[in-house]
């Protein structure tokens, strides 16, 4: 097996586009870890579909528009930000980087722009606040240990966390044959820090015979609508949440009193015959109207993806394998340009399209293409 290469010590100016570093991000991880992080359920279908949706979708030039005071500045939970490109939760960076998480936390730092640090971390929260002092969220699993979860909330908070992504989409994994088929495992020294203390949940095991997973007894832990409208009154911190699809959960996130939506299908990891989420952003935009921002995450590769996704209606984007390459290849370095590049992209697209600002940018900006 051939040995995974040292990061970048300097960006080759070859690299100018997200699809650039993915060869030099694959040639500096094991092949386990490459397969985890690029992975998606099954046949993977979803996962090369939450790309091309965006392909349906034609921008309109305009031309002649007033753009001296053009800007890409979002309102979004009570705090204002640069622009509308977040950091997507992911897990385990130091798969990625010796540095992972930190790396990330310090690029989101200096480029201004939040980042939705993991629950499954494998950088512990206070290391990444004390030394990375930038916008950060905390991606949250239900967990059935609640005493340990209450403490790790009272330390979120203490070291000040903006708001709590409570991840609903993946009561059970998927099933993510690339993974097994490379006999993907945590290496030794990469684990998740967060959870150090907290009870371990059941195991997925079954008898010859028995239900695989419904005879387990794993999903009696799994989180109901009533214990999530609970833990959002109780939280001291907004509470957005993750792997929305249907307008149905959409208005029922709503009614508990969800600070936000994310609409998602977990990269593609969860059940491959989900739809995108593209396809299933307006549908969610209907349903809540303008009582809660709508951010959408999934497939989003260049700042084109970003401007449709405003279009239809998300208030942000979330981007979370584009920034992992970036890390991978070079640290946080690459982090910082891969959020360059897709902020350039975007403001291009915008100035093309005769748009001065985020409110500008509407459903009928695009055209589909057929």
Not at 8 to 18: F, N, R
Not at 153 to 165: C, D, M, R, S
Not at 329 to 354: D, K, N, S
Request: glycine share 8%; aromatic share 8%.
């Amino acid at each position: 097996m051939t040995t995974p290469l040292a990061p970048l010590s300097q960006i080759p100016a070859e690299i100018v586009t997200v699809a650039d570093y993915i060869s030099y991000a694959q040639a500096r991880m094991t092949p386990q870890a490459w397969a985890y992080l690029t992975g998606g359920a099954a046949d993977e279908r979803l996962l090369h579909r939450n790309e091309s949706a965006y392909q349906r979708y034609q921008i309109w030039p305009r031309v002649l528009r007033d753009l001296t005071v053009a800007h890409t500045r979002v309102s979004l939970l009570g705090k204002e930000y640069a622009y509308p490109i977040f950091l997507a939760p992911v897990a385990y960076q130091r798969l990625a980087h010796p540095e992972g998480e930190l790396a990330t936390a310090l690029a989101a730092a200096a480029m201004q722009t939040p980042f939705v640090v993991s629950m499954q971390s494998s950088t512990d929260l206070a290391v990444l606040a004390a030394q990375a002092p930038g916008p950060q969220w905390l991606q949250w699993y239900w967990q059935p240990d609640q005493q340990a979860s209450a403490r790790l909330l009272t330390q979120a908070v203490q070291l000040g966390v903006e708001a709590i992504v409570l991840t609903v989409d993946a009561p059970v994994n998927g099933v993510r044959n690339r993974e097994q088929r490379a006999q993907f495992c945590l290496p030794a020294g990469v684990e998740a820090v967060n959870l150090r203390g907290f009870a371990p949940q059941p195991a997925l095991v079954s008898q010859a015979g028995q239900s695989p997973l419904f005879g387990t007894g794993f999903l009696q832990t799994a989180p109901t609508w009533a214990q999530v409208a609970e833990f959002i009154q109780d939280c001291p911190l907004p509470v957005l949440l993750k792997g929305i699809l249907h307008p149905s959960d959409a208005r029922q996130a709503l009614e508990i009193g969800a600070a936000g939506i994310v609409v998602s299908n977990h990269g593609g990891r969860v059940l491959d015959a989900a739809p995108t989420p593209l396809q299933a952003l307006p549908a969610v935009v209907q349903a809540v109207g303008a009582s809660i921002p709508v951010l959408v995450d999934g497939g989003i590769r260049r700042g084109t993806d970003v401007f449709i996704a405003l279009a239809l209606g998300a208030k942000a984007v979330l981007i979370g394998r584009p920034y992992m390459y970036g890390l991978a290849a070079a640290g946080a370095a690459g982090v910082a340009h891969v959020l360059h590049i897709l902020r350039t992209e975007l403001e291009v697209t915008m100035a093309l399209a005769g748009c001065h600002n985020l409110d500008a940018i509407q459903r009928d900006c695009l055209g589909d293409v057929y």
